[in-house]
């Protein structure tokens, strides 16, 4: 049970560092092939643009979980806390609707592109495995967005201010 729950609260984290210091790396290594040895690689910048995607769609489910993405508050601030609880569950239910697209054409593309053996011209990844990134970062959003709606409705209406 500890394992669920300590994946559960570090999940995005588990990927988002190691995909962060790899495209660091990769940049950090194509600089220093340019400007001190003259070369470069043909692979360094194909993998940060890789790295950068996934953490892209791993960051939207942390943003999700941690509750930060961008919101209009001028209206927000002015409702009851009723009012705001039920426009929060509808926003994540909107949001939810937007990630099952993602997710169920996403997989279309990517599973096409798994078949298809397409792969990139640097690294020779399966495209299909980039394109993988949407439906898998979207997929685990709708997850923790059903997680913001269950703890909604657990929360009491006095949360110790």
């Known amino acids: 049970m500890r394992i669920i ?5 570090h999940l995005e984290e588990f990927f988002i560092v190691p995909l962060f210091i790899i495209m660091n ?9 340019r400007k001190v040895f ?12 890789y ?14 979980k941690r509750q930060r993405h961008i919101k209009i508050d001028l209206i927000y601030d002015r409702l009851s806390e009723k009012n705001k609880k039920i426009l ?14 993602i997710l169920v054409y996403g997989q279309k593309i990517a599973l096409k592109l798994f078949m298809l053996k397409q792969s990139s ?14 439906p898998v970062g979207l997929g685990l959003s709708v997850i923790r967005l059903l997680q913001n709606i269950v703890n909604e409705f657990r929360e009491t209406p006095n949360k110790g201010i």
């Open 5 to 9: 729950s300590f994946f559960n609260k």
């Open 25 to 33: 790396l990769s940049i950090f290594s194509q600089v220093i092939m």
């Open 38 to 49: 003259n070369n470069s690689l043909s692979w360094s910048e194909e993998l940060a643009r």
């Open 51 to 64: 790295c950068l995607i996934w953490m892209v769609f791993f960051g939207i489910s942390y943003g999700v």
């Open 88 to 101: 929060r569950i509808f926003a994540n239910i909107v949001f939810i609707a937007f990630g099952l697209i």
């Open 121 to 134: 011209p640097a690294l020779h990844i399966p495209m299909g495995a980039l394109y993988s990134a949407a």
